[in-house]
């Protein structure tokens, strides 16, 4: 990306927590000091590994990548030991007992103890811990409204976007293009619902991959010669429960999974189109 030309550009790139982990009281603070030159944008501990590299111009390799998702996880499992596992699970209307915070992920039996040690019936990996963990320690507990936005129309969702629409949305794209029974096996295996067509789609399905952070895929068959199109859409208050970091994770992470489970039944998934 160009070199931003002033401190409100930083700031728009970061998550607005005031977390004070970079030395400074307040994002806006940091945003400044990186613009003068008295701090680098890598000494943000939030910021995703692509940001940081766009705004300095190189290519995260790919262990680099990899060592900061980890440093990423381990900063939040050390804040859930240092949190009120009881009053979050108030917050965030999950159940807290035996010193274990649990809720549902999927329709599945997720949980984290005060030390931080997790618990699930399903895998547990990145794209399911960091949104989960996230959740935990900075999700508002603000109620899902019903009203459907897509990931740009979210805070700092503008500049995820393209990567987004390309990793979660083309990628579910091609699953549904090829796997006739995703959208069953998304209300079968997942606890899905379908719901009344959405924005004129001809398939409409809505996740609960957090308890107040649903999703709503949204697919339209080719016709007529058009391809076929499939859009994912987040509730409006999707970006007080969870960063947009948090989000962008949620969805690639599912496009993943379907991918796996689509191979697992046979079918070769095109992805010469994403």
Same mark, same amino acid.
């Given at each position: 990306?160009?070199?931003?030309?002033?401190?409100?550009?930083?700031?728009?790139? !970061?998550?607005?927590?005031? &977390?004070?982990?970079?030395?400074?009281?307040?994002? !806006?603070?940091?945003?400044?000091?990186?613009?003068?030159?008295?701090?680098?944008?890598?000494? &943000?501990?939030?910021?995703?590994?692509?940001?940081?590299?766009?705004?300095?111009?190189?290519?995260?390799?790919?262990?680099?990548?990899?060592?900061?998702?980890? %440093?990423?996880?381990?900063?939040?499992?050390?804040?859930?030991?240092?949190? %009120? !596992?009881?009053?979050?699970?108030?917050?965030?209307?999950?159940?807290?007992?035996?010193?274990?915070?649990?809720?549902?992920?999927?329709?599945?039996?997720?949980?984290? %103890?005060?030390?931080?040690?997790?618990?699930?019936?399903?895998?547990?990996?990145?794209?399911?811990?960091?949104?989960?963990?996230?959740?935990?320690?900075?999700?508002?507990?603000?109620?899902?409204?019903?009203?459907?936005?897509?990931?740009?129309? !979210?805070?700092?969702?503008?500049?995820?976007?393209?990567?987004? *629409?390309?990793?979660?949305?083309?990628?579910?794209?091609?699953?549904?293009?090829?796997?006739?029974?995703?959208?069953?096996?998304?209300?079968?295996?997942?606890?899905?619902?379908?719901?009344?067509?959405?924005?004129?789609?001809?398939?409409?399905?809505?996740?609960?991959?957090?308890?107040?952070?649903?999703?709503?895929? &949204?697919?339209?068959?080719?016709?007529?010669?058009?391809?076929?199109?499939?859009?994912?859409?987040?509730?409006?208050?999707?970006?007080?429960?969870? %960063?947009?970091?948090?989000?962008?994770?949620?969805?690639?992470?599912?496009?993943?999974?379907?991918?796996?489970?689509?191979?697992?039944?046979?079918?070769?998934?095109? *992805?010469?189109?994403?």
């Amino acid at each position: 990306m160009p070199q931003p030309k002033n401190a409100m550009e930083i700031f728009q790139l !970061l998550d607005k927590s005031n &977390c004070q982990e970079c030395g400074r009281k307040t994002c !806006l603070a940091f945003a400044g000091a990186v613009y003068m030159g008295q701090k680098s944008i890598r000494d &943000c501990p939030r910021l995703a590994p692509e940001i940081i590299a766009r705004v300095l111009g190189e290519a995260p390799a790919p262990h680099i990548v990899e060592q900061n998702r980890e %440093d990423y996880m381990q900063s939040l499992i050390e804040g859930i030991r240092q949190s %009120d !596992l009881a009053a979050a699970a108030r917050r965030i209307g999950a159940r807290f007992e035996d010193h274990r915070l649990r809720l549902k992920i999927l329709g599945k039996n997720f949980s984290v %103890d005060t030390e931080g040690r997790l618990a699930a019936d399903i895998h547990v990996n990145p794209w399911v811990t960091v949104p989960f963990l996230h959740y935990v320690l900075h999700g508002k507990g603000v109620p899902a409204t019903g009203n459907w936005v897509s990931l740009r129309e !979210l805070a700092d969702g503008k500049e995820r976007y393209p990567l987004f *629409q390309k990793r979660c949305e083309a990628a579910m794209q091609a699953v549904a293009d090829t796997y006739p029974d995703l959208f069953k096996d998304m209300v079968r295996l997942f606890n899905g619902r379908r719901v009344a067509r959405q924005f004129e789609s001809d398939i409409s399905v809505v996740l609960d991959p957090l308890p107040q952070v649903p999703i709503m895929v &949204c697919y339209w068959r080719p016709e007529d010669g058009m391809a076929s199109s499939l859009k994912v859409f987040f509730d409006a208050t999707a970006d007080q429960n969870l %960063d947009i970091g948090a989000l962008f994770t949620l969805g690639v992470g599912l496009a993943a999974m379907f991918e796996k489970l689509a191979l697992r039944h046979g079918y070769s998934v095109d *992805q010469t189109q994403v």
